[in-house]
């Protein structure tokens, strides 16, 4: 595992005084980056397992997806914040692998990033590709050179910064020129239908499967609650482009359950 310096404690960089949303509590931005950080130690080892159970294996469905979006190639350096235990990178990996194979290439260089070092810990533990590296980092203060990366890849972790406008040109910023932003992420459903029967589900079964599996019914209902907090499609994809994205697209997945945001560093 490769760690970068930014495994101290980066809370320091979050503007005091400034709020952001924790569940369905508005609370100091430096304290949410300590909350949810103790929310992912929590989860970190049931993590996997828990996404099985709470999507119904749906999950994978929606990283096949976006991992098809990215379009992941040889040579590239692609970056994936808040990467977890490796799933998407893993995808990444035998994606630019699978590329390289048909049409040579050089490697390409797959960076796991996230915050928390329990989660990156369960993801060497479950192992990896040889294009994986593993570091500890921030979002909103990353550990790479402007205009470093090729594509940066975010997957069900936006909603759980601190401040999304800031890791957003974060984003932008070590991006090379023609480089790709992939953000997959909870959104809201497109029906009243929809709505009303996910609401039954997560508010319901999802904190009372996580007091069962991984005895911590808190922490799934902060994730519940964090899901229902973001914002809807159309409201992030103005983001985006407010952080300078440009043909900045939505791509729907299970009615709206979840979307695709994509775009370009042009």
């Known amino acids: ?112 990033l996230d915050y928390n070092a329990e989660m990156i810990l369960a993801g060497v533990h479950k192992g990896g590709e040889p294009e994986m590296v593993w570091s500890v980092g921030d979002a909103m203060s990353l550990p790479l050179p402007d205009a470093s990366v090729d594509a940066y890849s975010i997957s069900f972790g936006i909603r759980n910064v601190a401040d999304i406008p800031v890791a957003l040109k974060e984003a932008r910023r070590v991006l090379k020129p023609g480089g790709r932003f992939m953000c997959l ?25 996580g007091q069962l599996v991984a005895k911590d019914r808190d922490s799934y209902q902060y994730l519940v609650e964090s899901i229902r907090r973001f914002p809807d499609q159309q409201t992030f994809k103005a983001m985006i482009e407010d952080a300078g994205f440009s043909r900045v697209t939505v791509t729907n997945l299970t009615g709206g359950v979840a979307a695709i945001h994509h775009g370009w560093a042009i």
């Open 185 to 209: 992420e909870f959104s809201r459903p497109t029906t009243a239908v929809m709505r009303k029967a996910y609401d039954a589900w997560s508010f319901n079964a999802i904190p009372a499967i």
């Open 1 to 112: 595992m490769t760690s970068s310096d930014t495994a101290s404690d980066k809370s320091a960089d979050t503007p005091s005084g400034k709020t952001s949303s924790f569940g369905f509590r508005d609370v100091d931005a430096r304290e949410k980056v300590q909350m949810v950080r103790g929310v992912f130690n929590s989860v970190a080892s049931n993590y996997d397992l828990m996404n099985d159970l709470m999507s119904v294996g749906v999950h994978r469905v929606w990283k096949d997806a976006a991992a098809a979006k990215l379009n992941a190639r040889p040579g590239e350096v692609i970056l994936d914040v808040a990467g977890g235990t490796g799933d998407m990178s893993r995808r990444y990996s035998k994606m630019a692998r699978a590329a390289q194979e048909r049409r040579g290439g050089e490697d390409a260089k797959v960076i796991v």
